[in-house]
């Protein structure tokens, strides 16, 4: 929707209510629906991952008897779009993801016809039971990619039960004997336990001398990068200045490059592990592990995707402060120096941060919304990872403008101390804006020609369309 975006004030934002079931949704909902035949296949289509025994989540909807004592709960969660954790505004920006985890409207539909009927199990033969899985697992896996090729697991640390937060910092070999594509990662804790401890986990890629050649990372991010505001690199900016396999917090699944493009690791190189843990109440030993999923020999991609963290802060970390018991507002001009295709957007806050839209402003002084989301929660880092052909590629000279949103009022449930300061910083109850995006820097023959695609493309979809 270029030409147009989305403006949202501080007393909107504070007044912003959840989007309501359309009435042409609610009329789609079987007449009488229940578990067995209904609501049993959309759990486990889209909760069930979260929700079963030893998963993350706190209670386990497998089966009809799980489920019923949380009947009116579900409700009340998917009503809202709190579950599944899937927060992206789904009106504006790129509309279709490799990874969607959202209800649509007639599933929400069905869930709260269940409920108001009374919740009724139905016909138990209509169950038709899915795997659940043994404990830890990858998402990855679970969403049908099968188990990585390579997994890692840092070196154990032990957190107190009462403690101040803390960095491990590990270097561990990557072990490789020959040069491979990567075309999929996913962090995540080495054991249950760790979900409680491990805020977030960066494996930073410590490159061999051919490989720094290859990436060319002497500036940021080759110098394809850099604040619109310019001046010196903040401390904020510093992690671009750094290639990574993978940057992994609370709640989040895994990043799937766009098909083509991956991370060439090569042997003798290192992760360099930045694990923030902090303290949960009890004694926990974990840390974080990666699994890599490789391109098969003779399928290696010809283009690097890069992970950048675009800023929500335009004069730096000095820039945030805010009050207490109060609506902050900041924003951040990212320039683009290169022709760059974004496949992903997954924004960071800590526990303050409520709202963040991504905008393109392009060369020509128009603007169009990448992805907003609108109730950002703590505890779901959701990594909303673009369809191939939806994903956005903007020229050289387009300023990418983070606005970020927070709420420092008990009205937060998430917040500790709303009678509290807050400024940046690496602690959880320290705050940050950014917008992690992995992108693909294209030349201008590479960009005039996918944008040549997508015309046509659109053109004969348009034409489909006006033919039926």
């Known amino acids: 929707m270029r030409g147009s975006t989305v403006r949202l004030g501080l007393a909107a934002f504070a007044a912003a209510g959840f989007l309501s079931i359309p009435a042409a949704a609610q009329a789609a909902a079987p007449a009488k629906p229940t578990f067995s035949k209904d609501v049993a296949p959309i759990f486990q289509a889209k909760c069930q991952s979260c929700h079963e025994p030893g998963a993350i989540a706190p209670m386990s909807l497998v089966t009809f008897k799980d489920a019923r004592p949380w009947a009116r709960s579900i409700k009340a969660r998917v009503e809202t779009r709190q579950m599944p954790p899937w927060h992206i505004d789904r009106s504006v920006g790129v509309t279709r993801f490799k990874n969607d985890m959202s209800l649509t409207d007639d599933q929400i539909a069905t869930i709260v016809a269940w409920v108001d009927q009374g919740a009724p199990e139905g016909n138990p033969a209509d169950f038709k039971a899915k795997p659940v899985a043994q404990g830890l697992y990858w998402q990855a896996e ?82 394809r990068f850099a604040s619109a505001t310019g001046g010196t690199i903040s401390p904020a900016d510093l992690v671009n200045r750094r290639p990574q396999l993978m940057e992994w917090a609370i709640g989040k699944g895994y990043d799937r490059f766009m098909d083509g493009t991956g991370k060439l690791i090569m042997p003798g190189e290192k992760i360099s592990w930045d694990q923030h843990i902090h303290a949960a109440g009890e004694e926990i030993t974990s840390a974080s592990e990666i699994g890599l999923w490789f391109y098969p020999k003779g399928q290696e991609p010809t283009k690097r995707s890069y992970l950048v963290g675009f800023t929500g802060l335009k004069n730096g970390t000095a820039g945030l402060d805010i009050p207490p018991n109060s609506i902050a507002y900041t924003e951040g001009y990212n320039l683009l120096r290169e022709n760059t295709l974004i496949t992903n957007f997954q924004p960071h806050f800590h526990l303050r941060g409520k709202a963040m839209m991504v905008e393109a402003i392009l060369p020509d002084g128009s603007s169009e919304v990448v992805s907003y989301v609108k109730d950002f929660n703590f505890n779901w880092m959701t990594n909303y990872i673009y369809e191939d052909d939806a994903a956005p590629v903007y020229p050289k000279g387009t300023i990418i403008k983070v606005s970020a949103y927070y709420d420092n009022t008990k009205a937060n449930k998430s917040n500790p101390d709303p009678d509290q300061w807050v400024g940046w910083g690496d602690r959880t109850v320290d705050e940050m804006a950014h917008a992690w995006m992995n992108v693909v820097y294209l030349s201008d023959d590479e960009y005039k020609a996918l944008v040549e695609k997508r015309k046509a493309q659109k053109a004969s979809t348009s034409e489909a369309r006006e033919r039926q």
């Open 142 to 223: 679970r969403d049908g990619y099968g188990p990585p090729d390579l997994v890692i697991t840092a070196p154990m640390q032990t957190m107190p039960a009462v403690n101040q937060d803390v960095w491990w910092r590990p270097l561990q070999d990557i072990p490789i004997t020959e040069p491979r594509w990567v075309r999929m990662v996913e962090i995540r804790p080495a054991n249950l336990q760790g979900r409680k401890i491990l805020h977030h986990s960066i494996a930073y890629h410590v490159l061999n001398k051919d490989n720094v050649a290859a990436v060319n990372t002497g500036v940021a991010i080759g110098g």
